[in-house]
């Protein structure tokens, strides 16, 4: 299924994500490939469309900060961090509560979480049952993110059942830092410096 931005594309979309479907959509950096983060099935029909990637845990994408701190445990400075890089293109690892985002996960004691700055990606955080969206970059293992729709994998647009067209996005990926207590490591560097920005 083929979905225009500037149609009517929520109600779609909502029943999708509510049904276990996968979804490929825009995102503030590239098309991500998405479905409910609590839905385990959905995130294993991802892993299957990826292919290879190790135990590599999958990031989420959250709709607001309330949100955050029902799935994850925030330290002092992952609170700072949060309040003034979301919405943005930080990805804050941090421990995972008991009993949410296991399988985005992939069991590991930490989630990977993120705010986007794009009125879409929040919108389809949302409306995801659990306000939470698996935001892995819409392309198998090894290739090259999607910028747009007219460059996805048709592999991948076959395994889908719906991407969602915005237009081109600019590429850059989101810095990715572990907050530890208060301690920072920059997993991922992207156009976001927090430990400069910040003197961490």
Known sequence: MFLRASDDWEGVVKRLLETGGILVYPTDT?????????????????????????????????????????VG????????????????????VIPRKNGHLEH????????????????????????????????????RSGLPPATSVQVLDPEVARRVDAVLDDGPRNGQPSTVVEVVGDTVRILRKGRLDPTSDMGL
């Open 30 to 70: 590239v098309y991500g490939l998405g479905c409910d983060a609590e839905s385990d099935e959905s995130i294993r029909q991802i892993e299957r469309i990826k292919g290879e990637r190790g135990t590599k845990p999958f990031p989420v994408l959250v709709s607001s900060l309330e949100t955050a701190f029902e």
């Open 104 to 139: 985005a996960a992939l069991g590991a004691p930490t989630v990977g979480l993120r705010i986007p700055a794009d009125s879409i990606a929040m919108r389809i955080a949302q409306l995801s049952p659990s306000g939470c969206v698996i935001g892995t970059s819409a392309n």
């Open 73 to 92: 445990v925030f330290s002092e400075l992952a609170h700072a961090l949060a309040r003034r890089y979301w919405p943005g293109q930080l990805t804050l």
